[in-house]
């Protein structure tokens, strides 16, 4: 079958993919046309395989110089144009789908015989999605305002212009610390929190408590448990059911912590990835025991709505902040380290889980101090403890009395497993 199959002439091949592919496209659009009352075109699907074919008889003649095919593009241009001028005149219809995609359906051969296979197919399909997505892409930029391309404009600025401009040299000899480091700190903090700002907004933005859980957890646990205590202070109903979207955030910012360990210093999150599996897994099974193990009660609007205010997670002056933070912290782990040792590291780790340990965990991530793998292990799940300490705190005082008693059901059980990881971790 193999043999067979060199057997058969590359042109071949490539003659029928044009052929086919200009036939599903014209398929394709021919469907747009189906079920509106004006249905003037300038061709049937046919009409599409007749225009790829034509490119490719005059592509495969002068295939060096390709005069013929420069040609018979600008021929088929102007018969385009003159179609596209009477649509204008006679149905004043401005649209340009149509047109655009016999061009395409031109160029297809171009594609088939000069470009790797995996190009053409990504460029057939692209093609297809977008002609077969109008009303779902209208429906999308509909939901965008002018605020959203400021946002991607200041990702951009912050991942693709400042980046790479800074210098990767230490500032100071004593201290592994360079402007590249801490601005590729913001970088990845921003880049998880644009990226759950994007599907709470657009993708999911009827969200219920445990997807309000899920994005908020990427973006912050600690916003989302005061956020998701004040609101159930409002309502004063379906406790269980904030408690298990502030468990869910929690396991949420265990995913994220991972996965910051991950590109920052892999060998440790090989080292420790059982302990935050399990931790992980353990907090989704406790949110799920508070959602499902029971029998609901009457729902409320905040189940069916994102109660997260869509902020744009891209501020200058967090991103200030962070950075002033992480130089901080810097210093503090060094001076610790220094004229402590371990032990210091510990007590440090814990203090600073009661404030905004992402700043403290990346520089311990990207530090290289002169610590084992375990000890950063551990520093890092002592941070995450007291940061639980301190959520189950805001949970309880900010919610409503019965989310505090679930709250702290909660998070007894992943405080207690967090506790145990902790002492493993120090007789490893």
Do not use: C
Request: aromatic share 16%.
């Amino acid at each position: 079958m193999a043999d067979f199959l060199q057997e058969i002439p590359v042109l071949f091949i490539q003659f029928l993919l044009t052929a086919v592919f200009s036939f599903i496209v014209g398929l394709e659009q021919r469907k747009q046309y189906t079920d509106k009352e004006d249905q003037h075109t300038f061709g049937t699907d046919r009409t599409f395989v007749f225009i790829g074919l034509f490119g490719f008889v005059l592509l495969i003649a002068q295939p060096v110089e390709m005069y013929f095919y420069l040609g018979g593009g600008l021929v088929l241009s102007l018969f385009l144009g003159i179609f596209y001028f009477q649509k204008i005149r006679f149905q004043n219809n401005y649209g340009l789908t149509t047109v655009l995609l016999a061009l395409l359906t031109y160029t297809l051969p171009l594609l088939i015989i000069t470009q790797p296979n995996w190009l053409v197919m990504l460029f057939f399909v692209l093609v297809l999605i977008l002609t077969e997505s109008k009303h779902k892409i209208r429906g999308f930029s509909e939901k965008i305002d002018r605020t959203e391309f400021i946002t991607l404009a200041k990702f951009i600025i912050i991942a693709g212009i400042i980046l790479p401009a800074l210098p990767d040299k230490q500032i100071f000899s004593f201290l592994n610390l360079s402007p590249y480091k801490v601005w590729m700190a913001i970088v990845v903090i921003s880049g998880i929190s644009y990226i759950s700002y994007i599907l709470r907004k657009f993708v999911f933005p009827d969200a219920g408590l445990l997807l309000t859980g899920i994005f908020g957890g990427l973006y912050s646990s600690t916003a989302t448990t005061i956020i998701l205590g004040r609101k159930n202070r409002e309502t004063a109903v379906n406790h269980r059911e904030y408690a298990a979207a502030i468990i869910i955030a929690t396991a949420m910012m265990f995913l994220r912590i991972y996965i910051l360990l991950l590109i920052f210093n892999s060998e440790v999150a090989v080292s420790i990835s059982l302990w935050f599996i399990v931790m992980f897994f353990i907090s989704l099974g406790t949110a799920y025991y508070m959602f499902y193990g029971f029998k609901k009660t009457k729902k409320s609007a905040s189940e069916t709505m994102n109660i997260l205010e869509d902020k744009n997670p891209l501020e200058f002056k967090v991103a200030v902040v962070f950075a002033g933070l992480y130089v901080f912290f810097s210093f503090v782990t060094q001076y610790t380290l220094e004229n402590f040792g371990t032990n210091g590291l510990n007590v440090l780790s814990f203090i600073v889980g009661f404030t905004d340990i992402d700043p403290f965990l990346l520089n311990l991530f990207q530090g290289k101090y002169n610590v084992s793998q375990i000890l950063i292990g551990m520093a890092t799940f002592q941070a995450i403890l007291s940061n639980n300490i301190l959520k189950m705190f805001y949970a309880k005082t900010l919610g409503d009395k019965m989310l505090g008693k679930y709250v702290l059901q909660g998070f007894g059980v992943i405080i207690v497993a967090n506790i145990l990881v902790i002492i493993v971790l120090h007789f490893f």
